[in-house]
Structures are given as structure tokens and as C-alpha cells.
């Protein structure tokens, strides 16, 4: 019984958490090539490990909110 997502929510979440995800993705593979193979006396300390945390749980945010509002878009029941 719920509504279909409107067309502005769903183009204003792809715009704002659509970047966000991409960058995000960006940080975490930037992050485990610069600091993991290369690097053959690196230490996983507390600020490596936020440095990773960080970035993954915003782009976990990003995804979950791209996909409920696809999904509600997609899915919804169209308005009348």
C-alpha cells in the first residue's frame, strides 16, 4: 500500500548519494592499494582502521538509499 516514490525525491537522491557512492567505492580501493601492498611494514592502528570504517559505512548509506528509492520508484504503485 505504498506510494510510488516521486520523480524529484528519486532524481535528488541519485544526484546527491549517486557521487557519494562512486567516491566512496574510490576511497576504500585507493585506500587498500596505497596502504596494503605496497607498503611491506604497515600497522593497522585505530586511525587506519576509521580511515577505512569511514568511508565504508557511507557508501553502505549511499547504497541502501539508492536502492529503497529505485525500489519504491520502480515498484510503487502509481499515483491517481
Excluded: Q
Excluded at 529505485?70 to 499515483?79: E, F, I, N, Q, S
Amino acid at each position: 500500500t505504498s506510494p510510488r516514490t516521486k520523480p524529484i525525491v528519486f532524481w535528488g537522491v541519485w544526484l546527491y548519494f549517486g557521487p557519494s557512492a562512486i567516491f566512496a567505492i574510490h576511497l576504500v580501493y585507493t585506500f587498500i592499494i596505497a596502504h596494503l601492498d605496497n607498503d611491506p611494514f604497515f600497522e593497522f592502528t585505530f586511525e587506519t582502521f576509521m580511515m577505512l570504517c569511514l568511508p565504508v559505512g557511507y557508501g553502505i548509506l549511499s547504497f541502501w538509499a539508492l536502492w529503497s528509492v529505485t525500489k519504491g520508484y520502480l515498484t510503487g504503485k502509481a499515483d491517481k
